[in-house]
């Protein structure tokens, strides 16, 4: 059993925890499910706030995991009705996190399983790469899809990253949650013989 709690939402660096533990980081589009899969992955359903509402959080959450590591919700980005001061109030404070965090260990870069990948995922990806930070690609709401259709969705989202491996997975049924908490539990040097949902 995962012990989850919600620790602080960060509007500015000054919000940042100072206990210098690992950091594994959720990062995608508005909407793309981040919020859900962190719920997944904690086994709790209301740990993560989830909104109908894509692009509503503005601030970056910490969420102590075992009181290990944290689980970091990005704000989403690339949503149209977002105004642009807002999105450069967003890029600025979500800049100014990365740089200033060394204790960052992993990104999971979700993008949709359903379609190609947006310009803005594109261009996130090659960011997180020079800045040189371990990333995990995971192709979020993958239950949507046929068997054929994850085939060849991952394949194409494979493609679009420069042959990249992409993990399918899915907060409504768990599929890929255990091949993402091997990768956490091996980024933060948890004991991996713990065991998670």
Do not use: H
């Amino acid at each position: 059993m995962v012990q989850a709690e919600f620790v602080i939402s960060a509007v500015s660096e000054r919000d940042f925890p100072r206990e210098g533990i690992p950091e594994v980081v959720f990062a995608g589009r508005s909407n793309v499910g981040k919020s859900s899969l962190i719920n997944r992955l904690a086994g709790k359903n209301t740990l993560a706030r989830t909104s109908a509402t894509p692009g509503k959080t503005q601030t970056i959450n910490f969420y102590r995991i075992d009181r290990s590591f944290f689980f970091v919700d990005l704000p989403g980005f690339g949503y149209a009705k977002t105004g642009k001061s807002t999105i450069r109030q967003w890029k600025a404070l979500i800049e100014r996190y990365f740089l200033e965090r060394s204790t960052v260990v992993l990104v999971i870069q979700l993008v949709d399983a359903r379609m190609a990948p947006a310009e803005s995922d594109i261009q996130l990806s090659e960011w997180l790469d020079q800045l040189k930070l371990p990333r995990m690609l995971v192709g979020a709401k993958s239950d949507k899809l046929s068997n054929n259709q994850k085939s060849a969705q991952q394949r194409v989202l494979s493609m679009s990253f420069e042959g990249q491996p992409v993990l399918m997975s899915s907060a409504k049924t768990g599929t890929g949650c255990r091949e993402i908490w091997q990768r956490v539990l091996q980024a933060t040097a948890v004991d991996p013989s713990k065991r998670y949902r």
